[in-house]
């Protein structure tokens, strides 16, 4: 009796599976940051997709925290930046001899690097920051690292001050602090960034064409891009350099769970959009492709070539 009993819960199983979730980690950034409220929205979304994976937000210190979490294996996946995540695979800068096996699974915002200032500052313009109290990004962040770079070859030096989100808008608010550096999306600044400027004028400082034609020569991880006005009240027009924001995983991931996730994301219509402004009408497949800096996970090539995208070269898993 107990062989037939044993038999038949194994057969029962095997039908119906064992009704346990794939349990998945996913690294985001501050809980202040407009990208956090992205993250839990797509772990919702993922969650809610009958695919049977169990994914938990996590929040973290942003791209660089997420790829270092990621190496120990403490995370599954998580928020990167192009550029970050490009120097990781290929072993070079913060991650100099220590290549990390990562790939990616999407892109869902062009992230231009906003330098915020309070108005009285007296700073109008890059080349003045040299001593200024500024923050540089979130520590941790891809933010952080990449303005570092930046005002390298610019040969500026301010007096980085470190911290979170909350606790620099705050110091910023109370004039202990002049201004920090925040990603944005395409057509607005960040919600922290908002926040700040509904009490204290803000000026954003854009970059020369010396300054710009610098970075395009020394950092062909990053682009240079141009912001129309209009990102927040009475902001001008202004130039400054950016990169793509979006998730990677490591090769632990099953080809399956990867293909899974993609294909939650890239066939939502409106959790995504509804969570973070700049994503509402994203073509979040042609952003992947177009700011791609490593190849994608399996998984994630799978949805794109079942769904008519040519996967270029750069972006193909090598054998």
Not at 132 to 154: D, H, M, Q, W, Y
């Amino acid at each position: 009796m107990k062989r037939i009993i044993g038999s038949t819960i194994a057969a029962l199983l095997l039908a119906c599976g064992t009704g346990h979730a794939e349990d998945i980690l996913f690294g985001s950034t501050s809980a202040s940051s407009s990208h956090y409220g992205y993250i839990v929205a797509v772990g919702k979304l993922i969650n809610e997709s009958g695919s049977d994976i169990n994914a938990t937000v996590v929040e973290t210190g942003a791209a660089m925290d997420n790829i270092r979490r990621m190496e120990r294996g403490q995370m599954d996946l998580g928020i990167i930046t192009t550029n970050v995540l490009q120097h990781a695979v290929a072993g070079t800068q913060e991650f100099d001899g220590r290549a990390q096996d990562l790939a990616l699974l999407w892109v869902y915002l062009p992230a231009p690097q906003n330098v915020i200032m309070r108005a009285d500052s007296g700073v109008e313009s890059l080349s003045a920051l040299g001593g200024v109290r500024l923050n540089p990004g979130i520590k941790g962040s891809a933010t952080e690292t990449t303005t570092e770079a930046v005002f390298e070859v610019l040969d500026i030096e301010p007096d980085y001050v470190r911290g979170s989100t909350t606790d620099i808008v705050d110091s910023i608010k109370d004039n202990r602090l002049a201004g920090y550096v925040k990603s944005g999306s395409a057509n607005t600044l960040d919600s922290s960034t908002i926040d700040l400027a509904t009490t204290t004028p803000i000026r954003v400082l854009g970059l020369d064409q010396k300054q710009a034609d610098a970075i395009r020569e020394n950092m062909p991880d990053i682009s240079i891009v141009d912001v129309a006005a209009g990102v927040a009240e009475g902001v001008p027009a202004y130039t400054t350099w950016s990169f793509g924001v979006g998730v990677a995983a490591t090769s632990e991931m099953s080809d399956d769970t990867a293909y899974k996730i993609v294909k939650a994301v890239m066939e939502d219509k409106s959790v995504q959009g509804n969570a973070m402004a700049g994503v509402k009408g994203a073509d979040l497949a042609r952003l992947t492709l177009d700011y791609g800096t490593v190849p994608l996970h399996p998984g994630a090539v799978r949805w794109f070539e079942e769904n008519g995208y040519t996967v270029p070269d750069r972006l193909k898993p090598q054998q």
